[in-house]
């Protein structure tokens, strides 16, 4: 599906993280769509350079490639001050890479629950920090967007690093916007339900287990990267520009509380 807006984001630049697939490559691609040059992390040159290749070119230059881990300190100070240079600035941060580890929490290990906090939490505080320093360092105003999950709100069991680390990603952002307004530097987050990407192939390729996730949900499907990149690239936008310390759901309401659809409980 082509873009909606035509060069809504001509001339900006912009750094995505875990943009090697999923949510990230599709974020990425929409911000490309609509004109901006976009920086892409991932821990794989090789799948990075693919995706830069499916992106379409803009006029600014070249997407740069930003290798590294997004929780090492050193990996984050140094791609994220290339890919300024390489873009000659960075109007917009996008903090996506993430992941899950499931066990009983009873048995959770603990060099688990401390990897999925390393990348979901300190994975956002480090590129935040380095970039609002730039921008303040530099005197520009700017915008950051989070990938969040429902699990910020929701309960996810046998997920506790998960549902851990996605709440404090909430706090993060309403920290950082209260911080930094009068900055004129905004923070949002996304936060999706259950998306077509490829840690859930599992589910999306077994039609049974497909449509018990779909049943869940009240609009009876799950979303597309697609349709959180919509959402993140509004968030970044002259759309959303008295929008900050915000999260939101983009979920076919999941957060609704499905289960009280039809009158059950008086
Ligand atoms: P994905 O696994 O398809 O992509 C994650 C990306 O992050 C990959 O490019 C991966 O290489 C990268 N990444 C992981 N660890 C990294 C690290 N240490 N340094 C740099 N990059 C790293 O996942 P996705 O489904 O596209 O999820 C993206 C974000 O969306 C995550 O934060 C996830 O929690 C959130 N989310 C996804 C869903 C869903 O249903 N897919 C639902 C809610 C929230």
């Avoid at 390489?86 to 009983?104: E, F, H, K, R």
């Avoid at 930094?180 to 840690?199: C, K, L």
């Avoid at 609009?219 to 509004?234: H, L």
Wanted: some cysteine.
């Amino acid at each position: 599906m082509p873009a909606p807006y035509k060069d809504r984001f001509a001339g900006k630049k912009v750094l995505v993280t875990g943009a090697s697939q999923g949510i990230g490559e599709a974020t990425a691609l929409r911000f490309a769509e609509e004109g901006a040059q976009v920086a892409l992390n991932g821990r794989k040159e090789d799948k990075l350079i693919a995706v830069r290749d499916r992106l379409p070119k803009v006029s600014g230059g070249e997407h740069p490639i930003a290798t590294g881990d997004i929780s090492r300190e050193e990996d984050v100070k140094r791609l994220v001050a290339d890919s300024i240079k390489a873009m000659d600035g960075l109007d917009v941060l996008v903090c996506n890479a993430g992941y899950q580890i499931p066990s009983p929490s009873e048995d959770i290990k603990l060099e688990d629950f401390e990897g999925v906090m390393a990348v979901n939490v300190t994975g956002v505080m480090l590129p935040c920090r380095e970039v609002i320093r730039y921008w303040l360092e530099t005197n520009q105003q700017g915008t950051i967007i989070v990938n969040s999950s429902v699990h910020q709100i929701i309960p996810k069991p046998h997920y506790l690093g998960y549902s851990a680390s996605k709440g404090a990603v909430g706090n993060i952002v309403r920290t950082l916007a209260l911080e930094y307004a009068s900055r004129g530097i905004r923070v949002n987050a996304v936060a999706p339900g259950a998306i077509v990407t490829p840690i859930n192939m599992s589910w999306i390729n077994d039609p049974e287990q497909y449509k018990a996730v779909a049943g869940h949900i009240p609009m009876k499907r799950p979303g597309e990267s697609r349709e959180i990149a919509d959402a993140i690239t509004f968030l970044a936008a002259e759309d959303s520009t008295y929008i900050t310390g915000q999260t939101l759901y983009v979920d076919g309401g999941l957060t609704l509380f499905g289960d009280f659809e039809k009158n059950w409980s008086s």
